[in-house]
């Protein structure tokens, strides 16, 4: 089992940063590969980038490439997402989640999820 609980959201210019943290419970944090979603109102809820479970890896969908990078600490038991260059678009709740699989993109391959943080940006 493992529990996430999101922090860092809030409202931004657009051009600006925002950091957003996920810390995890659990004593095996270490063995899942996390991802951060975003969810826009009305739309689907959408992936915006993964790290494998050693943080040896990393993917992102391509709007954000360039502009956001996913890290975690397993010693700390937190994954971070750092949002540079930030537009009015990216506006969305941003979820994390933890999943058993390699490098998971797919909603369904994540089992655990937090509850969100907003950011909203501001053009």
């Known amino acids: 089992q493992v529990q996430l609980v999101e922090s860092g959201g809030g409202l931004v210019q657009a051009g600006g940063s925002l950091r957003l943290s996920c810390a995890a419970s659990?004593?095996?944090?270490?063995?899942?590969?996390m991802g951060w979603f975003r969810q826009a109102p009305g739309k689907e809820r959408e992936f915006v980038a993964a790290i494998s479970y050693r943080g040896r890896s990393t993917y992102y969908t391509d709007s954000v490439k360039g502009r956001f990078t996913i890290s975690r600490d397993n010693a700390k038991n937190t994954v971070l997402l750092q949002m540079n260059s930030l537009k009015p678009e990216d506006t969305a709740d941003y979820y994390c989640?933890?999943?058993?699989?390699?490098?998971?993109?797919?909603?369904?391959?994540?089992?655990?999820w937090g509850q969100g943080t907003q950011v909203t940006v501001s053009s």
């Open positions: 659990g004593r095996t944090f270490s063995s899942y590969a």
């Open positions: 989640a933890a999943s058993g699989a390699l490098m998971p993109t797919r909603r369904d391959e994540y089992s655990y």
